[in-house]
């Protein structure tokens, strides 16, 4: 289970849930000056970027992966993209990387070949943008994502299963999340179940716990609710997670809680780990 190789033929998917309720406009892990809201759309724009450039070669961007971002709270639930791809629910990556919405020149700190830092202007990609309304229809979020993988997997059945990452900085407002998501995580292909990790963002700076192995660990009800709710992580990300310093075990789970910046792109680094591509 969970060891298929992705390929043109068999390609992978990712799925993407951005909490975008009115909490979202709060400050990001104790810092003033960057909102949840921004620091979301930018750690998922970065990933974006990063998985086109992986699946570029010689020949072009390979379709490895379709990959879909539904934004929950911005009024409803609705497909996140904007620009050329607005509306679509899963873009092969192919057109992802021809499809931004724009391209900004960012300035990035580097270090020099005589070890001084300096700054470099680099090209960013936008495919999303950081919004911030209403509540948290996160129960809506993950039937929609049902219906969005169930079509898929009814085409893909060969493939390693969707793996959906929710990001998120509070509890749902439309009711108990739990059989939504036990709905979604029924779903399989040949080679496993939907793979669904949480990740919980914070307003204060606080301690993240990332990947736990129980839930008595973590004393807040919520992310107890969370971690029930998130799967085991199979071998290849649990070796991904020790390789990137985590202390994980067999029992551990895709689930982040009280997350700054560092860590969310981290977890969602490992979180699209899925071994060789061929």
């Not at 009115?22 to 400050?27: E, K, L, N």
């Not at 290849?236 to 075990?249: E, R, S």
Request: hydrophobic fraction near 40%.
């Amino acid at each position: 289970m969970y060891s298929v190789e992705i390929s043109r033929n068999n390609p992978g998917c990712f799925l993407f849930l951005i909490d975008q309720s009115g909490s979202m406009g709060d400050p990001f892990g104790g810092n003033p000056a960057l909102l949840k809201s921004h620091g979301v759309a930018d750690a998922v724009n970065r990933l974006l970027s990063n998985l086109v450039i992986k699946c570029s070669k010689d020949d072009g961007i390979r379709n490895y992966f379709e990959v879909g971002v539904i934004g929950y709270g911005n009024p409803d639930v609705s497909t996140a993209f904007m620009g050329p791809l607005a509306g679509r629910e899963l873009v092969k990556i192919e057109e992802i990387g021809n499809n931004p919405l724009r391209i900004e020149e960012r300035l990035q700190q580097i270090s020099s070949a005589d070890g001084q830092s300096v700054q470099k202007s680099v090209k960013f990609p936008v495919w999303i943008e950081p919004l911030a309304r209403n509540g948290t229809p996160m129960c809506k979020a993950f039937d929609t994502t049902r219906t969005i993988l169930e079509k898929w997997i009814a085409l893909n059945l060969n493939s390693y299963p969707p793996i959906v990452i929710n990001i998120t900085d509070g509890d749902a407002t439309d009711g108990n999340p739990v059989p939504y998501a036990r709905d979604l995580m029924r779903l399989n292909t040949n080679d496993g179940n939907v793979l669904l990790f949480n990740i919980h963002i914070s307003t204060q700076q606080s301690v993240p716990i990332i990947y736990p192995d129980r839930a008595p660990a973590i004393s807040d009800q919520y992310a107890a609710l969370l971690f029930e709710i998130s799967s085991l992580l199979p071998e290849t990300f649990i070796t991904a997670a020790l390789n990137d310093g985590y202390n994980v075990n067999h029992q551990s789970r895709g689930f982040g809680f009280n997350a700054d910046l560092i860590s969310l792109i981290s977890f969602i680094d490992i979180g699209t780990r899925v071994g060789m591509l061929r």
